[in-house]
């Protein structure tokens, strides 16, 4: 950090900063002074960054990594045994993060009366600041902030911490231009591993009303409990303020603010940011909105749609035509013809092209993301298979009986919502129990089985016998010998289909060979019943145009599986999508038949205007 910059609007030290939040006002009081020289444990004090009512920080030397920190120092109302178990319990759980895009806490401890936090030094400035100094940013370099925050938030929610004041302030830009989301202080702690008293504990004293006014969530103000869906709602916020400076719900007062978040909606980014992609501001709104089922499912969601906004290419604008016409001349009736004819051509056949090519931009973006989507599906369902295998008890129910091993894995079932169909296999293949049934009953496990046992840990699409599903084996071993498998298998169904139309914001169908497995249109809508009868209708081809009602529809197909054929087809609306050039096509041909009949009651009466110049 640059000691010649002015200690006192230092933004890593202020309110806002590395070091701000109830938790620490909690425990900090008057601090001692260290001299350069002195030690903590390893740590030998270099200078003083900075002091105030927080308490003191001081950039140290660790003589263990031979690295620089910052040491904040906590010594008045540490001495508690209650607040120095709480503080060092809650310092692990963010040290525990190890996140890129959250500040890194390095070590806890105490030297004799002190306690004191050792975090990553940080050098640049808060969000806060870099708002005040230079207001809003481009769109671009939103996005990317906007990214690096949904990936530190999604970090934090996979290991239980919620944290409920996600603001500028809280949110520091380094030099290299990387996000550190900072002050865990008032976060909310779910204690996975079962050290505490209680299942959640919150990182401030218990009761105490907790959050920023303006940046907390409907359900925050009305004091329920937040979730991972209230740091959504702040991220939101936070977004609206990068892309325009301004607060969505600002007002004179802190009750007329509260008000405003729980019933207000603040005004469009289409009317601020003129230009702003229309799929980044129906990301935010849907951030914003009052009821938390709304808002996007996840941080890692956030971070997933921002990437592929931000890297989807932009549809060719439409072509401006509007020349003005010449002044009407009697001799030039001719050169008027034929250049109202020009520019109602060039106007039909550019703005064909543009439509052409925005639609094919929009369906090579849901492509995208309905393979991510997948991806992302496929991931998780290894990551939970990998999860269940590594229970002891599952491992030693191997040596009991088949019914003991599926009351175990029902249990499970019923103990975590949404669980996939689970198998315990032997490990020459032969199925030793299932929590339900996908394929025929015990005995030799089928080929798809065995597909899976050949590549452990590797999630594929499969044919169960019943319907497609995807499905996972990995290995139950104990030391290097290898005595069985644990299958995990998810049906392809109607919770997929939505999945992929969350992300694209358009409608999907998802066939197989011989059957369609789920769709969000209507039961009469849907045009295609498997994928011979998409085939045959697209000729083979992977896009097609069909008409479903009144509206006419681009459809592409997605292919997921060659074996089992899998495909998602995505249907988007191209009335709705070129509505703005079909209206250019009107527009333009209504003015050309207007001239043109100008033109022609001009010619009509030509001979009497000559008449009269003679005259």
């Not at 370099?141 to 004041?165: F, N, P, S």
């Not at 019933?263 to 230009?275: A, Y």
């Amino acid at each position: 950090m640059d000691r010649d910059r002015d200690l006192d609007d230092d933004s890593f030290l202020k309110p806002g900063g590395a070091f701000d939040g109830p938790l620490w006002e909690e425990l900090l009081a008057e601090p001692g002074e260290l001299s350069p020289g002195a030690r903590l444990g390893p740590y030998e004090i270099r200078e003083p960054i900075g002091a105030g009512g927080m308490g003191e920080v001081y950039r140290a030397r660790d003589t263990r990594l031979a690295r620089d920190v910052a040491i904040k120092i906590l010594p008045a109302a540490a001495r508690t045994a209650d607040a120095r178990a709480r503080f060092e319990r809650e310092a692990r759980a963010v040290a525990a993060l190890s996140h890129p895009n959250v500040v890194a806490v390095h070590d806890v401890g105490t030297e004799g009366d002190v306690q004191f936090v050792v975090t990553e030094l940080l050098d640049g400035q808060s969000l806060r600041r870099r708002l005040a100094d230079y207001g809003a940013l481009s769109p671009a370099e939103a996005i990317d902030y906007g990214m690096q925050i949904a990936l530190g938030l999604a970090a934090a929610h996979d290991r239980g911490i919620v944290h409920r004041d996600l603001k500028p302030d809280n949110i520091f830009i380094t030099r290299d231009g990387d996000i550190k989301i900072l002050d865990f202080g008032i976060a909310l702690y779910n204690d996975t591993d079962g050290d505490s008293e209680a299942t959640t504990a919150s990182l401030t004293r218990t009761g105490v009303y907790v959050g920023t006014v303006g940046y907390m969530s409907p359900e925050q103000v009305l004091g329920q409990p937040a979730t991972t869906q209230s740091d959504l709602f702040g991220f939101g916020v936070v977004m609206y303020e990068m892309l325009t400076a301004t607060h969505p719900f600002s007002k004179p007062t802190s009750p007329e603010v509260q008000t405003a978040v729980l019933r207000e909606n603040p005004v469009s980014l289409l009317r601020i940011v003129p230009g702003l992609a229309p799929p980044i501001v129906r990301l935010i709104e849907r951030c914003l909105d009052k009821q938390p089922a709304q808002r996007p499912k996840s941080g890692r969601d956030l971070a997933l749609f921002l990437e592929v906004l931000g890297t989807t290419d932009q549809p060719p604008p439409p072509t401006d035509t509007s020349a003005r016409s010449p002044r009407l001349r009697l001799w030039a009736m001719g050169a008027l013809l034929l250049l109202l004819t020009a520019i109602w051509s060039y106007v039909q056949v550019t703005t064909s092209r543009s439509m052409a090519a925005m639609i094919d931009v929009e369906l090579a973006r849901s492509e995208r993301l309905t393979r991510y989507v997948h991806d992302a599906e496929r991931t998780r369902l290894a990551w939970t298979a990998r999860v269940i295998a590594s229970f002891p008890e599952l491992k030693a129910l191997f040596a009991t009986d088949a019914a003991t091993i599926r009351d175990f894995l029902q249990a499970y079932q019923q103990r975590v919502p949404g669980a996939p169909v689970l198998m315990a296999v032997a490990a020459d293949g032969t199925v030793v129990a299932r929590t339900e049934e996908v394929a025929a009953r015990d005995g030799r496990a089928e080929g798809w089985i065995d597909a899976l046992v050949a590549a452990p840990g590797q999630a594929a699409i499969v044919d169960t016998g019943n319907r497609p599903g995807v499905a996972v084996a990995v290995t139950l071993e104990a030391g290097s010998n290898v005595f069985g498998y644990l299958v995990a298998v998810e049906l392809i169904d109607q919770r997929f289909a939505t999945a992929v139309s969350d992300a694209t914001h358009d409608d999907v169908v998802v066939l197989s060979e011989r059957d369609m497995l789920a769709s969000t249109l209507r039961e009469p809508q849907i045009p295609w019943r498997s994928l011979e009868s998409w085939r045959k209708d697209s000729a083979g081809a992977t896009a097609s145009e069909v008409r479903i009602g009144a509206q006419q529809y681009a459809a592409r197909e997605v292919k997921l599986a060659d074996t089992p054929a899998v495909s998602v087809i995505v249907v988007t609306s191209r009335d709705e999508g070129t509505e703005d050039y079909r209206a250019l096509q009107r527009g333009v041909t209504i003015i050309s038949l207007v001239l043109l009949a100008g033109g022609l009651l001009s010619v009509w009466f030509l001979p009497g205007i000559a008449a009269r110049l003679q005259s």
